[in-house]
């Protein structure tokens, strides 16, 4: 059982930051992949990106170049730094450890961008 948790989203206006971190249990962190995924209202929950024990990173076209995925293997911690942010990222934001084929999720934290 991996347990997941988020840091607190925000409200921000457009063009500002913020950095979301996620904290999950296990001994054997550098093995998972942890992502991030979000979903707004009446929509699904999308991708953002993911990361590699590695480090290789994927991103959702709709966030590269903005936003940037990592992560701290002896901090057990991934960590979303979003920069200029739009009203349309305005979402619930949901950190997600891969391991093997099973999902573990965090409880989400809502991020709230206006214009």
């Known amino acids: 059982q991996v347990q997941l948790v988020e840091s607190e989203g925000g409200l921000v206006q457009a063009g500002e930051s913020l950095r979301l971190s996620c904290a999950a249990s296990?001994?054997?962190?550098?093995?998972?992949?942890m992502g991030w995924y979000r979903q707004a209202p009446g929509k699904p929950r999308d991708l953002v990106a993911t990361?590699?024990?590695?480090?290789?990173?994927n991103y959702a076209d709709s966030v590269k170049g903005r936003f940037t995925i990592s992560r701290d293997n002896a901090k057990n911690t991934v960590y979303l730094q979003m920069n200029s942010l739009k009203p349309e990222d305005t979402a619930v934001y949901y950190c997600?450890?891969?391991?093997?084929?099973?999902?573990?999720w965090g409880r989400g934290t809502q991020v709230t961008v206006s214009s």
């Open positions: 296990g001994s054997i962190f550098s093995s998972y992949v």
């Open positions: 997600n450890a891969r391991v093997g084929v099973i999902n573990y």
């Open positions: 990361v590699t024990g590695g480090g290789i990173t």
